[in-house]
């Protein structure tokens, strides 16, 4: 039935046969296939993979558009796009941001060349599942030495009173030299408690010198256990800025990670989090050096509520034959209850020698000095400490290119300190 279902909907779509048949070879790993590993988070017991092919429909939650500018934009609403904002001139320079069966009409040879490509479908259970079951992807495609001033953002909410699975495919491909910055959110709209399911991959393609500045807030729901994947393959001189806000309100495993592949590649993954209630989230951030001389750090900063549990898995590996590579990471965590639990795990792999690495990490709870400091000069004991916070997770914050959207990170930070 599953086959079946799925070859429908491939069909339904006009998928071209390469990509058809690479949902049925995800098919058949499925069932072979462990899932993925994320260190001391038990999760092997949630629901990641509803084998369901279908569709969502409108149910009235649709997003107010009247304040996202004249910025380049996408926005899909479950599995329809319903928004789509692309400057002229970047269209005359080739630029591509749109739905995948969009895209598979203007630049097919480029999507057939990359599209699964990052993220192999037989790495674990969850990547295949996605590449069988996604039921609705975007692609943004920035050619060859075109620099992009505007931030590009795409916008993919999940519908609160849908069950439809919100299994979605990104692939960013940055050509040579091309510079831009993106921002992705993926966000639970409406007051519906429909209980649902996410498996979100994101490939991103960094060709040889461009220049990828990648922020993102995930504001998904209560009601959706989530599994998402971000990961980046650098070639010669490519440099990707993460800057991730994992602001869920349900029980999530994520993995993000970069591949340095080509010499003097560099990855900057800034990472902050935020658990609450009795969620869950296990954190995964990798960095692999395979070139000479390639640079990935890793910083990420949490704070756990009530009886959350947060677990950051920093992972370092140079691999042999990467001289000159650097590996750096930290991970501090802030526990604000005596119930919370919280893990924060360096892991360095080193296969090469003539190569520098590091790690620190640390959990703890808001420093009595800088409370007694700010309280000192007449700041109240709640507000001293939301700025302490705020300090806290700062560093991630500040990276975020539009303000509007930086702004809204705080307000989700308050609104989960206000639930105490």
């Given at each position: 039935?599953?086959?079946?279902?799925?070859?429908?909907?491939?069909?339904?779509k006009?998928?071209?046969?390469?990509?058809?048949?690479?949902r049925?070879?995800?098919?058949e790993?499925?069932?072979?296939?462990?899932?993925?590993?994320?260190?001391?988070v038990?999760?092997?017991?949630?629901?990641?993979?509803?084998?369901?092919?279908?569709?969502?429909e409108?149910?009235?939650?649709?997003?107010?558009?009247?304040a996202?500018?004249?910025?380049?934009?996408?926005?899909?609403v479950g599995?329809?796009?319903v928004?789509e904002?692309?400057?002229?001139?970047?269209?005359?320079?080739?630029v591509?941001?749109?739905?995948l069966y969009?895209a598979?009409?203007?630049?097919p040879?480029?999507?057939e060349?990359?599209?699964?490509?990052?993220?192999?479908?037989?790495?674990d259970k969850?990547?295949?599942?996605?590449?069988?079951?996604f039921?609705?992807?975007?692609?943004?495609?920035?050619?060859d030495?075109v620099?992009?001033?505007?931030?590009?953002?795409?916008?993919?909410?999940?519908?609160?009173?849908s069950?439809?699975?919100?299994?979605?495919h990104?692939?960013?491909?940055?050509?040579?030299n091309?510079?831009?910055?993106?921002l992705?959110?993926?966000?639970t709209i409406?007051?519906?408690?429909?209980?649902?399911?996410a498996?979100?991959?994101?490939?991103?393609?960094?060709?040889a010198?461009?220049?990828?500045?990648?922020?993102?807030?995930?504001?998904?729901g209560q009601?959706v256990?989530a599994?998402?994947?971000?990961?980046?393959r650098?070639?010669?001189d490519?440099?990707?800025?993460?800057?991730l806000?994992?602001?869920n309100?349900g029980?999530?495993?994520?993995?993000?990670?970069?591949?340095l592949?080509?010499?003097?590649?560099?990855?900057?993954?800034?990472?902050?989090?935020?658990?609450?209630?009795?969620?869950?989230?296990?954190?995964d951030?990798?960095?692999?050096?395979?070139?000479?001389?390639?640079?990935?750090?890793?910083?990420?900063h949490?704070?756990i509520?009530?009886?959350?549990?947060?677990?950051?898995?920093?992972i370092?590996?140079?691999?042999k034959?990467?001289?000159?590579?650097?590996?750096?990471?930290?991970?501090?965590v802030?526990?604000?209850?005596?119930?919370?639990?919280?893990?924060?795990?360096p892991?360095?792999?080193?296969?090469?020698?003539?190569?520098?690495?590091?790690?620190?990490?640390?959990?703890?709870?808001?420093?009595?000095?800088?409370?007694?400091?700010l309280?000192?000069?007449?700041?109240d004991?709640?507000?001293?400490?939301?700025?302490?916070?705020?300090?806290?997770?700062?560093?991630?914050i500040?990276e975020?290119?539009?303000?509007?959207?930086?702004?809204?990170?705080?307000?989700?930070?308050?609104?989960?300190?206000?639930?105490?």
């Amino acid at each position: 039935m599953s086959k079946e279902a799925i070859l429908n909907f491939s069909m339904s779509k006009a998928e071209p046969v390469w990509l058809q048949e690479r949902r049925m070879q995800a098919l058949e790993k499925m069932a072979e296939l462990a899932l993925p590993k994320v260190e001391r988070v038990k999760f092997h017991r949630w629901n990641l993979g509803q084998e369901v092919m279908a569709e969502s429909e409108f149910s009235g939650n649709v997003p107010d558009f009247t304040a996202l500018g004249d910025r380049p934009t996408l926005v899909q609403v479950g599995t329809q796009t319903v928004f789509e904002q692309l400057p002229a001139d970047l269209v005359e320079q080739g630029v591509v941001f749109t739905d995948l069966y969009s895209a598979l009409e203007e630049i097919p040879q480029v999507i057939e060349e990359h599209f699964g490509t990052v993220l192999a479908l037989d790495e674990d259970k969850l990547a295949a599942h996605n590449y069988a079951y996604f039921n609705s992807a975007a692609v943004l495609y920035v050619p060859d030495n075109v620099e992009i001033q505007q931030p590009i953002e795409g916008l993919f909410y999940q519908d609160s009173q849908s069950d439809v699975p919100f299994n979605k495919h990104i692939l960013i491909v940055a050509g040579k030299n091309a510079v831009f910055s993106y921002l992705e959110r993926f966000e639970t709209i409406g007051d519906g408690q429909v209980s649902a399911t996410a498996n979100i991959s994101v490939e991103v393609i960094a060709g040889a010198g461009s220049q990828i500045k990648f922020a993102a807030i995930d504001r998904l729901g209560q009601q959706v256990t989530a599994y998402l994947s971000r990961r980046a393959r650098h070639a010669a001189d490519a440099t990707v800025d993460w800057a991730l806000g994992v602001m869920n309100e349900g029980n999530v495993v994520a993995d993000f990670d970069s591949d340095l592949i080509g010499n003097g590649s560099h990855a900057n993954l800034k990472v902050v989090a935020a658990s609450s209630g009795k969620q869950v989230q296990g954190i995964d951030t990798r960095v692999t050096n395979y070139g000479h001389h390639s640079v990935g750090h890793i910083l990420q900063h949490g704070v756990i509520l009530e009886r959350g549990t947060l677990t950051f898995n920093g992972i370092g590996h140079i691999i042999k034959g990467a001289k000159g590579a650097d590996a750096q990471q930290e991970s501090r965590v802030l526990m604000l209850s005596d119930n919370a639990r919280s893990d924060a795990n360096p892991i360095l792999l080193i296969d090469e020698n003539e190569v520098t690495a590091g790690h620190a990490a640390s959990i703890g709870q808001v420093d009595p000095e800088d409370m007694y400091y700010l309280m000192s000069r007449g700041i109240d004991c709640q507000t001293a400490e939301r700025l302490v916070i705020r300090g806290f997770l700062g560093t991630v914050i500040t990276e975020i290119p539009v303000k509007e959207v930086r702004d809204e990170m705080i307000q989700v930070l308050d609104s989960k300190l206000d639930k105490r």
